[in-house]
């Protein structure tokens, strides 16, 4: 059975870090391409950022400079590290899982960024 865990998540201040992992078993880790999406309230889910089995990662446009992505195949681990915090970053975080025609979803996590 395929499981993604994310867990980090927290109530943070403006300005504050935090780093997001996501936790995967069922499926072989190191194989597929994982990224993570946010959502906030009442909007479409957004790439936030993409770790490729190949090694390769990619940022989309707009995505927050302050976040960075990184991948531990050994332990099945995926981390999102998020600096300097802002309110407009508040949202549901999911990691995502992909191999061809294969798409597995975390059940998500939320990150709030309040004063």
């Known amino acids: 059975q395929v499981r993604l865990v994310e867990s980090g998540g927290d109530l943070v201040e403006p300005g504050e870090s935090l780093r997001l992992t996501c936790e995967g078993s069922g499926f072989i880790f190191g194989a597929y391409d994982m990224s993570w999406y946010r959502q906030v309230l009442g909007k479409g889910r957004e790439l936030v950022a993409l770790s490729a089995a190949t090694g390769y990662t990619h940022y989309p446009d707009g995505a927050p400079a302050r976040f960075s992505i990184s991948r531990d195949n050994a332990k099945n681990l995926l981390f999102l590290q998020m600096n300097y915090l802002e309110p407009e970053d508040t949202a549901v975080y999911y990691c995502?899982?992909?191999?061809?025609?294969?798409?597995?979803w975390g059940q998500g996590i939320q990150v709030t960024v309040s004063s």
């Open positions: 995502k899982a992909v191999r061809g025609f294969n798409e597995y």
